[in-house]
T-cell receptor, first 116, second 109 residues
Framework: ETGVTQTPRHLVMGMTNKKSLKCEQH?????MYWYKQSAKKPLELMFV???????ENNSVPSRFSPECPNSSHLFLHLHTLQPEDSALYLC???????????????FGEGSRLTVL | AQRVTQPEKLLSVFKGAPVELKCNYS??????LFWYVQYSRQRLQLLLR??SRESIKGFTADLNKGETSFHLKKPFAQEEDSAMYYC???????????FGTGTRLQVFP
């Protein structure tokens, strides 16, 4: 499958649960991102991985833990979340040349997370 | 601080009417700006970037450094243009793409 694929598309979890979001890209990109999309707020960049190395952690609480085992896969591990963490989590990828972002991101369809 | 402002949450027009989606930015360096679009039930995707100076689906956007604006325009709106539109700014120093809150465009028949 081409493009950026996210699973699951919907997730409901309690505050004590541990779950993970998965993202896969088959575009040959080297950079991958997690964004959070909440109602009435701009898209918030959470994490950036460039050639599997984390280059950005945008002051994200430790209850969100990213993992990038290779350039094609990105995970977001979730643990003891709060109800305000309910949002749409978007994964994206891009080409990264010498660290320079071209600005063109390819997004997945998102994982809708509800924390009860 | 870098910031992208889209003042309108919703813009409603009739088919054939001109459309202007506003975007203002705050950035100390030389900006690179983009418009992304999300159609119903589709993923967010790049519409156009200012350095390309191209027209995509009839949309154009001109960077105005004096007014720090990058408004998206189309002379005659079509129903299929109905979507969420996000303006974004690339911070070259941090490689971060900063998004605005988005404007929903509704085009009525």
């Amino acid at each position: 499958e081409t493009g950026v694929t996210q699973t699951p598309r919907h997730l409901v979890m309690g505050m004590t649960n541990k779950k993970s979001l998965k993202c896969e890209q088959h575009l040959g990109h080297n950079a991958m991102y997690w964004y959070k999309q909440s109602a009435k707020k701009p898209l918030e960049l959470m994490f950036v991985y460039n050639f599997k190395e984390q280059t950005e952690n945008n002051s994200v609480p430790s209850r969100f833990s990213p993992e990038c085992p290779n350039s094609s896969h990105l995970f977001l591990h979730l643990h003891t979340l709060q109800p305000e963490d309910s949002a749409l989590y978007l994964c994206a990828s891009s080409l990264s040349s010498g660290g320079a972002n071209t600005g063109e991101l390819f997004f997945g369809e998102g994982s809708r997370l509800t924390v009860l | 601080a870098q910031r992208v402002t889209q003042p309108e949450k919703l813009l409603s027009v009739f088919k054939g009417a001109p459309v202007e989606l506003k975007c203002n930015y705050s950035y100390s360096g030389s900006p690179e700006l983009f418009w992304y679009v999300q159609y119903s039930r589709q993923r967010l995707q790049l519409l156009l970037r200012h350095i390309s100076r191209e027209s995509i689906k009839g949309f154009t956007a001109d960077l105005n450094k004096g007014e720090t604006s990058f408004h998206l325009k189309k002379p005659f709106a079509q129903e299929e243009d109905s979507a969420m539109y996000y303006c974004a700014l690339l911070n070259y120093n941090t490689d971060k793409l900063i998004f605005g809150t988005g404007t929903r465009l509704q085009v009525f028949p």
